[in-house]
């Protein structure tokens, strides 16, 4: 398999949970090294951006207002298979469907507040981690 680089965000209401930790321990805990990381405040242009793909969507106003409702912790992911390991990780978008023992059963409360984002396809990834890391400052290790 081949070592993958992926984009992680722990969303508002797992940092208002204080389970940064306990989700960031999953990754390593299967294998995932982070590779970059930060805590930082999203602005609304950001989290539009970002969600851009979603624009259309009936619940894209809901999405952004939830993503700046408070800090994320924006972590790039390496390993092997690491785009498909995290999403495994993650569980289902909407936590009442995820399963047992993934991130979202354990931690998220909706569809909107669902403790996690995860890039989804390897083009993706190369986009999310370019918008959030742009530059030098990522690390392979
Ligand atoms: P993900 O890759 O599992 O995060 O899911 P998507 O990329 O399809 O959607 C991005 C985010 O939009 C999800 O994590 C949810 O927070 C939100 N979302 C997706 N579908 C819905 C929906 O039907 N209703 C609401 N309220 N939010 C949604």
């Not at 306990?22 to 990381?37: C, N, P, S, Y």
């Not at 390991?85 to 469907?97: I, Y």
Request: cysteine-free; hydrophobic content about 50%; glycine content about 8%.
């Amino acid at each position: 398999m081949t070592v993958e680089r992926t984009l992680s965000i722990i969303k508002p209401d797992a940092v208002a949970k204080n389970v940064i930790g306990q989700i960031v321990a999953r990754f390593e805990g299967a294998g995932l090294k982070v590779a970059a990381a930060k805590l930082v405040q999203l602005s609304r242009a950001e989290a539009e951006q970002f969600y851009a793909v979603h624009a259309a969507r009936p619940f894209f106003k809901d999405l952004v207002d939830f993503m700046v409702s408070g800090p994320v912790f924006i972590q790039v992911l390496e390993g092997e298979g690491a785009i498909a390991k995290n999403r495994d990780l993650m569980g289902a978008t909407d936590p009442k469907k995820a399963a047992a023992g993934t991130i979202r059963a354990d931690f998220a409360e909706s569809i909107d507040a669902n403790a996690v984002h995860g890039s989804d396809a390897p083009e993706t990834a190369a986009v999310e981690i370019a918008f959030f890391f742009p530059g030098l400052n990522v690390y392979s290790r």
